[in-house]
DNA sequence: GCCCCGTATATCAGCCCGATATAGGATGGG
DNA sequence: CCCATCCTATATCGGGCTGATATACGGGGC
């Protein structure tokens, strides 16, 4: 799966521009999958090739011209193709974590001021959720049962990160170990590591 | 924070191969940070250029020559400091989210297995962390806080996605709506979609 | 008048991912 | 005894994506 199809699926829900196609991705799969328009752009125009979608330009009114998308029957069939065969992946990149996995390099207002950075992330993409679901401009296309699953899944994990957070942020400051000099204690871990290695054992073991 | 971030890390824990810093992390981030060969050969060959790291070549023992690598004074100065300077991210990327997006347009055999596989995974990552945390051959260095606070909040986030799959794969079994043949409910979502681009908007409205 | 913001398209360098090649030793089944 | 398979170990490459940047028009605030 790649951003050409994320484009087709998006597409299905009728035409658009790449600008709204970004808009798309913002609003339903900010928590699990975003890109940007240097992948959108790309692949809309390998996707006008492959004649799996069509494009109009409408001068602007009021604003710069729009090329604006749509999705061909080729394009829906390869669409569902796609979705059959994709192995699906679930990928967490997590800078916040390796940080907080070498916190006791950093110093104590900074970690605080990272922790909190990132409990206002998670209520950001809450609001972005919930704001998602309560739009319902038209009845007779409410949400899908699998954009309230993926909402709720966002939710659920969101909440439970907030919650791990608040109740162990105060844990991450250093107790016990490396109560006098640092050198001395980094020095006798290094030591340690080496002979670890030496037996096949990894870097941390 | 990039790959050769990650490296000085991994090399902060003692001397290690560039096989070493990749089992490294599949060991304690494989939940939130993931780095093939690709990326850990290319950069160790760049912190040694920069004389951040040190090498040395073992002729192999029982095995192939292994080129272990080793933090310089001036490499644990610049990991701490990209450490401080570092705005932190978190990002999933998760097809398996998108795919259940689109779960409708799923056969319902493949919707189970893709569920089963995903609660699989998630299983075979608890696992690991586990490992990891029962992992303490040295009394001297046991995990630090930072370590124990990265491990639980993986531990607490996919207990929470496990809890959720459970509770709530049967709602994706389309319940209501496309009771009738399905061309006819696509091309009403098409049309209105059209109207709703025309009003800036977004393609799913 | 000016600046900033929102809409809209597009490109590019740099980084990363996944696949692939190579190679020796251990392990184990037929 | 041989072959297949796996583990250790290093390294490269193409394709794809990210983030930054450029361009341009219109509206609103000051």
């Known amino acids: 799966m790649d951003v050409k199809d994320l484009c ?18 913002e609003s339903s799969f900010s928590h699990c999958f975003l890109a940007g328009y240097g992948s959108i752009y790309p692949a809309l125009a390998e996707l006008t090739a492959e004649r ?30 796609r979705l059959r065969e994709t192995v699906p992946q679930h990928k967490v990149k997590s800078e916040f974590l390796v940080l907080m996995h070498f916190a006791e390099h950093l110093p104590p207002e900074r970690l605080d001021a990272i922790l909190d950075e990132r409990l206002d992330d998670i209520q950001r993409q809450l609001k972005l959720i919930q704001a998602f679901e309560g739009r319902v401009t038209d009845p007779d296309a409410p949400h899908s049962p699998g954009a309230r699953f993926v909402c709720g899944f966002g939710k659920a994990v969101m909440a439970a990160a907030s919650d791990y957070i608040h109740a162990h942020r105060s844990g991450l400051r250093r107790p016990g170990r490396q109560a006098n000099g640092s050198k001395k204690t980094v020095r006798a871990r290094t030591k340690h590591a080496q002979t670890a290695s030496r037996n096949r054992g990894y870097p941390n073991a």
Chains 1, 2 share one sequence.
């Open 8 to 25: 087709l699926g998006a597409l299905t829900y009728g035409e658009a521009t790449g600008y709204d196609i970004k808009k798309f991705f």
């Open 52 to 81: 799996f979608v069509t494009t109009r330009t409408v001068p602007g009114q009021g604003g710069p011209s729009r090329k604006i998308y749509r999705l061909t029957e080729a394009g829906r069939k390869v669409f569902l193709t």
